[in-house]
């Protein structure tokens, strides 16, 4: 694996470790609530983290694939 691809896993790997601490987090507070993000309003739940845990645990099987 190429320096770049090595870096990006990395990043993604730490975005993995955060968005799991969130997600725990919010789960033991039973906290829901909502965040404009652009336009729109969104509910920020722990459901919301563990979706961008799996995208980006998806994100860096497909490039440890690609070598």
Same mark, same amino acid.
Do not use: T
């Given at each position: 694996m190429d320096d770049s691809k090595r870096h990006l896993v990395q990043f993604l790997? &730490? #975005?993995i470790r955060t968005y799991k601490a969130l997600? !725990?987090? /919010? #789960?033991k507070k039973g906290i829901e609530e909502r965040a404009k =993000?652009? +336009? !729109? &309003? =969104? /509910?920020? +739940?722990?459901t919301y983290y563990k979706d961008r845990m799996n995208e980006a645990k998806g994100l860096v099987n497909e490039i440890r694939k690609s070598n």
């Open positions: 790997e &730490k #975005e997600a !725990r987090f /919010l #789960e =993000v652009g +336009s !729109r &309003k =969104v /509910l920020m +739940s722990p």
